[in-house]
């Protein structure tokens, strides 16, 4: 039987998960900012109704900020992380399975025939379990139901997409459409394609001689053609690289410090590569300095040591230990370093990897029994409690500052909100 896509979207989710425990400013301006209390990186609609761009820094709009009495919050990932779980699982509990395309969107399958009634009913019944307000958008494709999710924000929250209402969305800008970026955007409006429409008109062989399969298959999507299957996440786009990089919240120098923080950043993308079975065998170490006040000057300080694995892996230690080996060529003790970070590819799923005939693979089997017993501690007394050694006694210079962090109200027993009675 034919089925639509479906595609669940989390409204202003940052700034919605502070709001589910401080009913207080449910209706007041809200940003989350983003590592070391930098940036915008999400903001409610009150603070848009403002103009407050995404991405401003927020020593630009201090007065705005005083002006209009916002809420500032710093980024908390794990109670996001944690809301989301939740919203996924409630996805579920009603659609069965769903694809979760971040942190705060998931596709589903759907019948053909369900009602923007049906789904009303099943976006209350999300936010009645979650407290976490959602838009969802249904139509025949993948591309199709990311513009219909945004549609539904202006109307109730819910959007079928039909005749009618595809005929509105093509008079619409390119820019909107998931998968053409700003670049691709500027390329197609310099050639006087400016709407949707525009770009429907377009003969395929043109655009896949100007864009590759990629604008191919975006091409095919719009008019209504499925290429990317509900389950398909890593297809569109494909998932090629793990990355997890920090800004510091003071200058380093010390390169042992250094080496602390690119062990935060190798074990948590070998523990998401862990989580996904894949592995990777290109390793790319980043070091940055820092480009304001006195160092505005050090910018050749950036490096980006590539080391190549024989062996892919999705192994910690091995990661870390290959990251120290070659820090030394990277490490300048003269460069006031502000950032760094870690970035695996040439992903591949962890079983295509071929063990050679005589290998005695017991420690790899060893390896992964402590990981297992390293993951489960972690995630029942708090993420950090099993380390590497070298973490131990972890300097604060590194880690970011978040000065207007929220509390972990569902993840430490010790932040939960009590409520007495009177």
Not at 252 to 276: E, G, N, P, W, Y
Not at 311 to 331: F, G
Request: glycine content about 6%.
């Amino acid at each position: 039987m034919k089925s639509n896509i479906g595609l669940l979207d989390c409204n202003n989710f940052f700034v919605s998960c502070e709001r589910l425990f401080r009913p207080d400013i449910v209706h007041k301006p809200v940003i989350v900012l983003s590592s070391n209390d930098g940036c915008v990186v999400a903001r409610s609609q009150e603070v848009k109704d403002i103009g407050i761009p995404m991405g401003v820094p927020l020593f630009q709009i201090k007065d705005i900020v005083r002006k209009h009495d916002i809420v500032l919050f710093s980024s908390n990932f794990q109670l996001y992380q944690d809301i989301s779980r939740r919203v996924m699982s409630a996805l579920k509990d009603m659609c069965g399975e769903c694809e979760q395309y971040s942190i705060d969107e998931a596709f589903f399958n759907v019948s053909a025939q369900v009602t923007e009634a049906d789904m009303m009913a099943i976006q209350k019944q999300i936010i009645k379990k979650t407290g976490i307000p959602v838009s969802i958008g249904i139509a025949e494709t993948k591309t199709r139901a990311k513009l219909a999710s945004k549609y539904a924000k202006t109307r109730g929250g819910v959007c079928c997409i039909n005749p009618a209402i595809w005929d509105e969305m093509k008079t619409y800008s390119c820019g909107v459409v998931w998968g053409i970026g700003r670049t691709f955007s500027e390329q197609l409006s310099k050639s006087g394609i400016r709407t949707i429409e525009d770009f429907m008109t377009l003969d395929r062989a043109y655009i896949r001689g100007m864009f590759g399969i990629v604008g191919e298959r975006l091409l095919m999507e719009l008019s209504g053609v499925r290429v990317y299957e509900v389950g398909c996440g890593n297809a569109h786009p494909m998932l090629e690289s793990y990355t997890s990089t920090r800004s510091f919240g003071e200058i380093v120098r010390d390169k042992h410090i250094l080496m602390q923080s690119l062990t935060f950043h190798a074990t948590r993308v070998a523990d998401r590569m862990r989580h996904d079975a894949c592995v990777g065998s290109r390793i790319i170490v980043i070091l940055q300095g820092s480009r304001h006040g006195l160092y505005a000057n050090h910018d050749k300080g950036d490096k980006k040591k590539v080391i190549q694995l024989s062996t892919p892996t999705n192994d910690p230690l091995a990661i870390i230990r290959h990251v120290q080996k070659n820090l030394d060529s990277a490490y300048d003790p003269n460069i006031p370093y502000k950032k760094s970070g870690i970035v695996v590819q040439d992903i591949s799923p962890s079983d295509s990897v071929t063990v050679p005939l005589f290998t005695d693979n017991s420690d790899a089997d060893n390896q992964r029994y402590i990981y297992d017993i390293a993951d489960t501690l972690n995630t029942r007394f708090g993420k950090g409690k099993v380390m590497p050694a070298i973490m131990s006694g972890s300097s604060q210079k590194w880690r970011e500052k978040r000065e207007l962090l929220s509390p972990a109200y569902t993840t430490k027993w010790t932040e939960i909100p009590s409520v007495k009675a009177i």
